[in-house]
């Protein structure tokens, strides 16, 4: 008698939702990983692009406070730019992401630190467009805006960038 379960193992992998691949980007900066998990989770006041990446715009701090990732203005609003739902110091993160909007839909963000040769790897990947208005242009947005912001977090580590 044949394996009961012999189709699952041909299956293809699902598709994702909506066609739309999640967005993926790796760095690597010099040090542990426990340094590296700390300078983008501490210190994210001093290295993320408030200027162009934010609510409020430079003058504001972010920070990750409890579970939430929070911006912060210089008049004292807030903006909620989304909720960690598991935290793994020094290994990852995942939370889901919405900076800016009300939290009614929201992408999923999973930050994940590893030693290599020369420091550790930073992987970070985000998915989960379909409930975007715009789930392609959502993607490209990030896909587009994702590289210059871990640029900056290389730079702040102390490390090299092809910029």
């Known amino acids: 008698m044949d394996n009961l379960f012999s189709h699952a193992a041909a299956a293809p992998d699902p598709e994702p939702e909506g066609g739309l691949e999640p967005v993926v980007f790796t760095v690597v900066v010099p040090g542990a990983v426990a340094r590296a998990f700390v300078g983008f989770t501490e210190h994210t006041h001093?290295?993320?692009?408030?200027?162009?990446?934010?609510?409020?715009?430079?003058?504001?701090?972010?920070?990750?406070?409890?579970?939430?990732?929070?911006?912060?203005?210089?008049?004292?609003?807030?903006?909620?730019?989304?909720?960690?739902?598991?935290?793994?110091?020094?290994?990852?993160?995942?939370?889901?992401w919405h900076p800016g909007t009300q939290a009614?839909?929201?992408?999923?963000?999973?930050?994940?630190?590893?030693?290599?040769?020369?420091?550790t790897e930073v992987r970070l990947v985000q998915s989960g467009w379909e409930g975007a208005q715009d789930p392609a242009a959502t993607r490209?947005?990030?896909q587009a805006g994702w590289p210059g912001v871990l640029a900056k977090f290389v730079r702040f580590m102390g490390g090299q960038t092809a910029e």
């Open 140 to 142: 490209a947005e990030y």
């Open 46 to 96: 001093l290295w993320w692009p408030l200027e162009d990446h934010s609510v409020y715009g430079a003058g504001s701090y972010v920070e990750f406070e409890e579970n939430l990732i929070l911006e912060t203005a210089d008049d004292g609003r807030t903006a909620s730019w989304g909720t960690i739902d598991d935290w793994q110091p020094p290994l990852s993160f995942h939370a889901s």
């Open 104 to 119: 009614l839909w929201s992408t999923e963000l999973r930050v994940a630190f590893r030693a290599v040769e020369g420091g």
